[in-house]
C-alpha cells in the first residue's frame, strides 16, 4: 500500500488517541476538582464572619478577609497544647511505630524460624479485626497501668501495626539475599544487616508508612477521646469537636482550627512526597 493511502488512517487514529488523552485529562481535572473543594470550602469559610456565613451560606467567596477567626481560636481554646498534643501523639506514634514494624518484618521476610509464615498470616488477620472491638480491652490495660490521660497512654498501645508491618516486609522480600550473605560473610550480625542496609534500602517504604502513620494519628478522634479526660491532653480533632459541642457553633473559628490542623499533613506530603510515590510503586505483594 502506498504512503498516500496509509497517511489519511494514521492521522485519524492520531486525532481518536489525541481526544481520548483530551477526555482522560479533562476527567482527571474534574475528580481533582471535587476532591480539593472542601478543602478550599473549608479554607474560605474561616475568613468568613459568622453572620456571613448564616445569611449567605451557599457563597463561596467572602467579602472580605476576616482574620478574626485565627485570633479567636487562641483565645476560646488552648490551641498551642491541643496543636503540641497532636505533634507529641502523632509523631512519637510514628517514629516508634517505625522501629517496631521494621524490625517485625524484616523478621518475617529475611529470618528463617518455625512458623514464620503462620505469624504472618496471624498479622494479615488482625487487620479484619474492626477497631472498636479491641477498644475496650485496651482501655482496661491502659486503666490498670494508671496511664489514662497521659502521654505513655495515648502512643504505646499505637507502638506498632499490622499494616506497616505488612508493608515493610513486602519490601524487604523484594531485597536480593546476596546482600545478606555478603554481609553474614564479612561478620555482620542480623541487628547490623537490619540497621546498616535494610533501612537505607527501605527509605522509600519507611517515609511512605511514616506519611500513612502521622495522618492516621493525627486526625485520630476516637482514641484521644477515650484515654483521655482533661482539655489540656486532648488532640485537636478531639478539641476542636468537643468546642464545637460545648459552646456555640462558630464554624468560622472551626474551619480556622481545621485549617491550622491540615497545615503539618500537607507539609509532612511534601517533603515525604518523592519517597511516598517510590514506596507505593516498590512495596507490591509478592
Keep these: 500500500m502506498s504512503t498516500e493511502r496509509l497517511s489519511p488512517a494514521l492521522a485519524e487514529r492520531g486525532g481518536v488517541e489525541r481526544a481520548l488523552a483530551a477526555a482522560a485529562m479533562a476527567l482527571v481535572v474534574l475528580l481533582g476538582a471535587f476532591m480539593i473543594f ?3 470550602w473549608m479554607l474560605l469559610t474561616s475568613f468568613r464572619t459568622q453572620q456571613e456565613i448564616f445569611s449567605n451560606p451557599g457563597n463561596l467567596i467572602p467579602a472580605a478577609l476576616n482574620w478574626s477567626a485565627y485570633v479567636e481560636i487562641w483565645s476560646e481554646l488552648p490551641f498551642a497544647r491541643l496543636f503540641l498534643n497532636s ?5 512519637g506514634t510514628t517514629l516508634i511505630s517505625l522501629l517496631f ?7 518475617l521476610a529475611r529470618l528463617t524460624f518455625p512458623g514464620r509464615t503462620l505469624a504472618f498470616y496471624v498479622v494479615l488477620a488482625t487487620l479484619m479485626v474492626p477497631y472498636q472491638i479491641t477498644l475496650i480491652p485496651v482501655f482496661q490495660t491502659v486503666f490498670d497501668l494508671h496511664w489514662l490521660d497521659t502521654y505513655q497512654g495515648l502512643i504505646v498501645p499505637r507502638a506498632t501495626s499490622a499494616f506497616g508491618i505488612f508493608l515493610l516486609r513486602q519490601f524487604f522480600v523484594t531485597v536480593p539475599r546476596d546482600l545478606d550473605a555478603a554481609a553474614r560473610i564479612d561478620g555482620a550480625g542480623e541487628f547490623r544487616i537490619y540497621w546498616s542496609i535494610m533501612l537505607p534500602l527501605a527509605r522509600p517504604a519507611l517515609a511512605t508508612l511514616a506519611v500513612f502513620h502521622f495522618m492516621y494519628n493525627w486526625n485520630d478522634f476516637l482514641w484521644p477521646l477515650v484515654i483521655t479526660s482533661s482539655i489540656d491532653m486532648r488532640t485537636l480533632p478531639a478539641g476542636l469537636t468537643l468546642f464545637g459541642g460545648q459552646f456555640v457553633v462558630e464554624y468560622a473559628v472551626l474551619m480556622a482550627g481545621a485549617t491550622i490542623s491540615l497545615a503539618p499533613l500537607a507539609i509532612a506530603f511534601l517533603f515525604a512526597q518523592r519517597y511516598f510515590v517510590q514506596g507505593i510503586a516498590t512495596t507490591g505483594i509478592k
Excluded at 101 to 107: E, N, P, Q
Design 38 to 40: 472542601p478543602f478550599v
Design 87 to 91: 505533634v507529641i501523639f502523632a509523631g
Design 101 to 107: 514494624d521494621s524490625l517485625a518484618a524484616y523478621g
